[in-house]
């Protein structure tokens, strides 16, 4: 569901050629191709059983591709677009993917991401303990630095969604799980920053 929600926020600003980075089994795809500003949608994870899942289920204009976010196989400024949700985190050199990203976007396309914050990744490893796939823990101010290196334009937003289930009487069923989250007075504390990159500046609003 969060992703899904953060799909169609990157919808909004999607067009052209898109890149869908850490595509997963490429969900994606089909909200990125609704908007009729997208003409195609390229779909890449290092994953190759989720690749392949992706391929049975492709949507007409989408292909998939196993690779690494840190040495795409693109030619310079390919993409008008470049979708990558929840992904820096995984990455052990996410400042060389930044780059990537930069090389293979136009000079007026537009990067839409999101990143767990730093205080969630801290609230999720004393629930769960510490996710192993998880290599970086990034606040907002590291998120800046590293994505103004490359792009010179940026919007961060922080977006939340908790859920709890109930059966039909109302009661807690088997599914339950109580969600107490309380935020900051700065309101940074859980759920994920979204971030809209650029070299040209931003669409106003």
Known sequence: ME???RYLCAKVLARGRVLDLACGIGYGAKISLDNPAVTNYVGVDVAKDTIAEAQRTAPARAR?????ALDLPFDHAAFDAIVSLETLEHLDDPARAASEFRRVLKPHGVLVG???TALFED???G??????DHLQKVGAPELKQLLVAAFPQLFVARVGIAVALF???GREGPFHHEVVVEASGA???YGSYLFVAADAPLPSG
């Open 64 to 68: 998939f591709i196993t690779c690494s």
């Open 3 to 5: 992703h899904t929600h």
């Open 123 to 125: 609230f999720c490893t």
């Open 127 to 132: 629930q769960y303990g510490k996710n192993q």
């Open 167 to 169: 059966d039909e009487t």
């Open 114 to 116: 999101s990143v767990p």
């Open 187 to 189: 309101g940074h504390d």
